[in-house]
């Protein structure tokens, strides 16, 4: 035979199944596209020169994983249907005379052609989106982004080998599938049916075993360091326990309606749940696919939407103010009220402290004038001399004046790590620094109560021996808090709220413990003396200085404020010998980049690969309904011949979309309800506070992917019928 005629075989064999083809090639299609554009972006110089562009960078590259892995195990899915549906036709060529290396070259002709239509249109689409796409990660992230187009020559060679790979495989795998089976294993190979799995109510009843185990774990979960521990277990788990409920639970369930004879003795349910009997195991594991994938979408979007819209939240629980600055304290030294006072009284006469009102033309006038003039002009300011001095220098090396800072607050605390003793607490800092947190512990914090009757505004009182505690997200339940190595005190009250502290949104991923004692230097100065066996304190003694400066949320104006404090520290530093161990100087402009480019770039991840498994269970669905179609084909031609109509046909078919359409739908539903304890301790990780919001986010996504998985019910149901009807 000449070569253009297995050409000519493949293409036509292409045209008549267009109906199988065409879903196929458009869903390798987007794999391809999506491939590019991930890579696209990874490698893209515009979000590697943006700050924090390496955490989005970092994620798009993961996304890459997800989808290589993902369109293999896929591809290789739908490729089997295909070839299942082509057999018949296979097995007749066969029996025409053609032999197996002639159905081998026709196989080749159509993987070619599929093939190239997959990658050229994917290829194709993802540099005509690519720059689209920047443009939208762009807008996600808030940032400005050119017009000009490129193409990466290197994600193209890279999602090109791939992909080849991928159906040069799938392509070996369907010429072995051929040459195993004999012509009439071919052409009887449509018409082979599914036997029902033995045992399926002790199948089933394990099924539920295992979801309730995993759902369970869920549902326990108090803290997020252990939800980390049992996330993975507890997805592999209700994976398992999805396929075999799916599987073995639909065949009792379809037994059990045979069983109700008021239901099953009726056209439209007789018809439909004794022909789905018989191939349920195919059809479960196809509806638990679904089922997952769904779970997968509902969670991906839920958790990356609540994240990116309560960023701004996020931002300012962790950062109250512009500036904020962690003074790290050596010993209990460090930690008097006398020398904190020294430091604040430092930050508040640094220039632009809050002395000045007046504008930067102002300042120059006052510059160019004299020492009198300048002691004047500092008495009708209300300041002395030394500060107004200090804001003129300031001025004159800068040109303008360094912004009023606003909004001060100050407070001590002393930190500390816990584990559970005897109705009380060891300190064991070793665990935590050595990044060992025991699920147990907690980080215990301790305030003074002059501190914290001035930043809640309350005149609470406490006699030496007693605290006040605050539990974040639970109650302390107890009538004393004691240290086991050195301290015990009866707690007073339990606190409903406490002041916004940036370190406990930052460690909300940890048991976190406010403690409240009238003199802190008492209370916690012995433990910030001594040292662990990694030669660590036992407790860190911090001050914290936080306030607002005007033009805070410009990242030049907040960098050249942070740079002017970090000066200030280390001139204390080295004034005062060893009492300062180091400090950190945080800016909320510059973390709320870094945050959005996190929060951002999972939200585009999760957009992107949604859209993947949105498209997977689309197709999964259509080959379902296409394939039970072709089966049920005869069954309801002679249905309508013995005298069943059009009507009570389409009637049946409903009855038996809806019997099992919706229970994936519904399952996904109940997973994600089960499983929301768990992601949002996950949430608590990112730094995510709102716990409202994420509740909202959840019903939204799961309110419009359930609108637009009956709009695929709808579609498909129509698919269906029209095969059954003989219409196509």
């Known amino acids: 035979m000449k070569l253009h005629l297995y050409r000519r075989l493949a293409a036509e064999g292409i045209r008549k199944n267009r109906r199988l083809y065409v879903p196929y090639m458009m869903a390798g299609s987007v794999m391809v596209m999506i491939h590019y554009l991930l890579h696209f972006l990874e490698s893209s110089p515009m979000i590697a020169e943006v700050r924090g562009g390496d955490f989005a960078q970092l994620f798009m590259g993961l996304g890459g994983i997800v989808i290589r892995f993902f369109a293999l195990l896929f591809l290789f899915y739908t490729n089997s249907f295909l070839i299942r549906q082509r057999s018949r036709e296979f097995g007749l060529y066969n029996v025409l005379g053609m032999d197996k290396r002639n159905l081998t070259r026709i196989m080749i002709w159509e993987s070619v052609i599929s093939t190239a239509i997959s990658i050229g249109s994917g290829l194709l689409f993802g540099i005509l989106f690519s720059k689209l796409a920047e443009l939208g990660f762009f807008y996600i992230l808030e940032l400005d982004a050119g017009y000009a187009m490129s193409v990466s020559v290197r994600s193209l060679a890279l999602t090109l080998r791939f992909f080849l790979e991928i159906y040069l495989f799938l392509l070996i795998c369907t010429i072995w599938r051929v040459w195993r089976l004999d012509p009439l294993e071919l052409l009887q190979s449509t018409q082979v049916g599914e036997k ?20 369970y774990l869920a549902v326990t979960i108090k803290e997020p360091l252990q939800a980390i521990l049992v996330f993975v277990a507890a997805v592999l788990m209700v994976i398992a326990a999805t396929y075999i409920l799916f599987i073995a639970g639909s065949v009792t369930f379809c037994r059990l309606l045979q069983k ?41 979007l839920s958790c990356t939407v609540a994240l990116y819209v309560g960023d701004e939240t996020s931002i300012r629980n962790r950062f109250p103010r512009h500036i904020d600055i962690d003074v790290e304290l050596n010993g209990s030294e460090g930690l008097k009220r006398e020398f904190t006072d020294q430091l604040e009284d430092a930050m508040v006469a640094n220039a632009g402290a809050g002395a000045w009102a007046g504008t930067a033309d102002e300042a120059a006038v006052v510059a160019e004038t004299g020492t009198g003039a300048r002691a004047a002009a500092a008495e009708s300011l209300g300041v002395d001399a030394a500060a107004a001095d200090q804001f003129v220098d300031a001025a004159k090396g800068s040109g303008t004046a360094a912004p009023a800072r606003q909004n001060i607050r100050t407070y001590r605390r002393v930190e500390m790590y816990g584990l559970p003793l005897d109705g009380g607490y060891s300190i064991n800092m070793d665990r935590w620094v050595l990044g060992a947190a025991d699920p147990l512990g907690r980080v215990i914090q301790f305030f003074s109560l002059e501190d914290f009757n001035e930043l809640m505004g309350t005149d609470a009182d406490l006699a030496d021996d007693e605290c006040l505690i605050y539990c974040y997200g639970e109650k302390y339940g107890r009538d004393t808090f004691a240290v086991a190595e050195g301290g015990s005190w009866r707690v007073k009250a339990e606190l409903d709220d406490f002041f916004e502290s940036g370190f406990r949104s ?39 200085c936080e306030y607002d400066i005007e033009g805070g949320d410009d990242e030049e104006t907040a960098r050249a404020e942070a740079s002017r404090a970090q000066d200030t520290i280390e001139q204390l530093r080295l004034a005062t010998g060893a009492r300062i161990r180091g400090a950190d100087v945080n800016m909320r402009v510059v973390e709320r980049r870094y945050s959005l480019m996190m929060d951002g770039g999972l939200l585009f991840l999760g957009l992107l690969l949604s859209i993947v498994f949105v498209i997977a269970s689309v197709l999964i669905i259509y080959y379902k309904q296409i394939s039970e179609g072709y089966e049920d084909q005869a069954r309801f031609g002679i249905m309508q011949s013995v005298g069943m109509t059009k009507r009570e046909i389409r009637k049946s078919i ?50 419009v992917y359930g609108v637009c998985y009956a709009a695929v019910y709808k579609l498909t149901a129509g698919v269906y019928y029209g095969i059954v009807s003989g219409g196509e």
């Open 196 to 215: 029902p799995p033995k045992a399926q109510r002790l199948t089933a009843l394990f099924g539920l075993l295992l979801l309730g185990s995993a759902y």
């Open 260 to 300: 109700n004879k008021r239901y099953y003795y009726k056209p439209n349910h007789f018809v439909s749940v004794s022909s789905m009997v018989y191939r349920m195991k195919r059809n479960g594991a196809g509806l638990a696919s679904i089922c997952i994938l769904s779970t997968m979408i509902l969670v991906m």
């Open 506 to 544: 930052e460690l909300s991923a940890l048991s976190l413990m406010d403690v409240v004692v009238k003199d802190l230097d008492a209370a916690a100065g012995a433990f910030c003396d001594r040292l662990g066996q990694n030669g660590q304190p036992w407790a860190y003694p911090v001050w914290i």
């Open 654 to 703: 409903n009855s038996q979309i809806l019997t099992v359409f919706f229970l994936p739908l519904a399952f996904a539903g109940i997973h994600l309800i089960f499983a929301f304890p768990l992601l949002w301790q996950l949430l608590r990780l990112f730094g995510s506070v709102n716990l409202p919001l994420f509740v909202r986010m959840a019903q939204l996504c799961f309110l």
